[in-house]
């Protein structure tokens, strides 16, 4: 996928720069995320689509298969190395209206486990 050419493997990511990117952008950036994330996690554990599919599934269910995506991302990101799951957390929050903070507690996440 050209989209995510040389950004395969797992790489640290400032919290703060990805808020900035998501206001400025106007929540294209989180798209972009989205895809990078998927593909150097899904080549990390082997688990999981590429990330061509899951934008697929996502559209096609109008968003209810990226909450799910959220929380298996969640039992991946453990499963890469790092301390905590919080797939539990990652399920729970768009119920409450707080959704928009998963992406970047998941990009936490992957900062204590990338190179």
């Given at each position: 996928m050209l989209i995510v050419k040389g950004e395969r493997n797992m790489k640290k990511?400032?919290?703060?720069?990805m808020i900035l990117f998501t206001i400025i952008t106007c929540g294209i950036y989180l798209i972009y995320w989205y895809v990078v994330f998927q593909v150097a996690l899904k080549e990390k554990t082997g688990d999981g689509y590429g990330a061509?599919?899951?934008?697929?599934?996502?559209?096609?269910?109008?968003?209810?298969?990226?909450?799910y995506w959220q929380y298996a991302a969640g039992k991946r990101l453990q499963k890469a190395g790092c301390k905590s799951d919080n797939s539990i957390l990652y399920l729970i929050f768009p119920f409450v209206?707080?959704?928009?903070?998963?992406?970047?507690?998941?990009?936490?996440?992957?900062?204590?486990?990338?190179?």
């Open positions: 990511r400032s919290i703060g720069m061509g599919m899951h934008m697929v599934a996502s559209l096609f269910t109008f968003g209810i298969y990226y909450i209206g707080l959704g928009w903070i998963n992406p970047y507690i998941m990009q936490s996440q992957m900062n204590e486990i990338a190179k």
